[in-house]
């Protein structure tokens, strides 16, 4: 067999085998099924609802007035204290202070446990594998005393790798990625998002909504939040979208 006959059949092999790859991820990424709660299209608040002027984002004013809308979802944004060995409801590091001392993740199961979460685990991605178990466990404590069910809970997070202890934990995941735009990466990156999906690194992508485009036709059937969304008529096209599971939003929104 000539050297030329001999590269041929091996490039005609590499092609082969990346096509046959390139099925039957898509085939296990339209095969899985994975959506949060069973439901999709959920209208959530962004770290509760101050769209009417009251309370602060992040507090315990701003859930209730999110709940008192029949809103049955909201996002908050938390820190695993390693020294504390408990969670802060809080945007920022030094936390912020609400009346006068930090709010504890466990003060607002306590209060409110018959909603859904959205958690956006700030330092999730600077904590050794060893924090990332421990905070594991402190969450499995607190939803068991307050009575909270896991489907109930999204854990967000821009490290996927420790994300993954929260997927496999039974957790409902989602990776917070910003798909930039490029022309020759894009494959690469989307099926970076693929294969770490199927085999269960997270659950779901979540990225601002001026990013969704950008991957909508290109990420199969992996589900979708998208963040924050205060146009009506955007909010109306995205409840259309089957991807798109949770939308967070500051206002008061009525179908």
Do not use: C
């Amino acid at each position: 067999m000539s050297l030329k006959k001999k590269f041929f059949l091996s490039v005609v092999s590499v092609i082969s085998i990346a096509v046959i790859l390139i099925l039957y991820v898509n085939f296990k990424v339209s095969n899985k099924g994975n959506s949060f709660n069973g439901r999709s299209n959920n209208i959530w608040a962004h770290r509760g609802l101050v769209d009417s002027g009251n309370g602060e984002p992040n507090s315990i004013e701003s859930i209730k007035i999110a709940i008192d809308l029949n809103i049955n979802g909201v996002e908050l944004d938390v820190f695993y204290d390693v020294k504390l060995d408990d969670f802060i409801v809080s945007h920022d590091y030094p936390y912020n202070y609400k009346n006068g001392s930090i709010l504890l993740l466990d003060s607002v199961f306590s209060k409110f446990n018959s909603i859904s979460y959205w958690l956006d685990f700030k330092n999730l991605e600077k904590l050794s594998p060893k924090e990332v178990i421990l905070s594991n466990n402190k969450l499995n404590f607190l939803i068991h005393k307050n009575k909270i069910s896991k489907k109930k809970l999204l854990i967000e997070s821009v490290s996927v790798s420790n994300l993954s202890f929260y997927a496999k934990g039974g957790y409902y995941t989602s990776w917070w990625v910003l798909p930039q735009k490029s022309k020759y990466l894009s494959i690469l990156r989307n099926y970076n998002y693929k294969i770490k999906y199927i085999f269960n690194k997270y659950s779901s992508l979540s990225m601002p909504h001026k990013y969704y485009e950008r991957i909508k036709t290109s990420t199969g059937d992996i589900p979708v939040n998208l963040f924050t969304v205060n146009d009506s008529l955007l909010i109306q096209k995205f409840i259309k979208d089957k991807k798109v599971q949770i939308i967070l939003t500051d206002k008061t929104y009525s179908k």
